[in-house]
């Protein structure tokens, strides 16, 4: 388990950028993919972006794909995504969350499933406007 605290969200224009970033503490993100998800009122939670420890190898869902960007500095213990040329329909609240590597392949499940993921952050509100 570890303690995530979220920051940079806010509003912006369409076709404009927001970058988020989720430090760790109490623990460090050693071993913990670090994934962000996404939830529009009356919506579910929604896969973004998750970047592994081990590889570095990101995966993205298609709606964000070539606009966000998952990065990593485990020196200062912190993930981020980069939002770029963002879009109405990418306002929601943003939430970036951690797992165990291990974990996710013994249970089967992917990245792209919320349940993979043991930690959540407080979550940000990001609103693109038109």
């Known amino acids: 388990q570890v303690q995530l605290v979220e920051s940079g969200g806010g509003l912006v224009q369409a076709g404009g950028s927001l970058r988020l970033s989720c430090a760790a503490s109490?623990?460090?993100?050693?071993?913990?993919?670090v994934g962000w998800f996404r939830q529009a009122p009356g919506k579910e939670r929604e896969f973004v972006a998750t970047i592994e420890w081990r590889s570095g190898s990101t995966y993205y869902a298609d709606s964000v794909k070539g606009r966000f960007t998952i990065t990593r500095d485990n020196a200062k213990n912190t993930g981020n995504l980069q939002m770029n040329s963002l879009k109405p329909e990418d306002t929601a609240v943003y939430y970036c969350?951690?797992?165990?590597?291990?974990?996710?392949?013994?249970?089967?499940?992917?990245?792209?499933?919320?349940?993979?993921?043991?930690?959540w952050s407080q979550g940000t509100q990001v609103t693109v406007s038109s």
């Open positions: 109490g623990r460090t993100f050693s071993n913990y993919a």
């Open positions: 969350a951690a797992t165990r590597e291990t974990d996710v392949r013994r249970w089967g499940l992917r990245y792209v499933n919320e349940d993979a993921y043991d930690c």
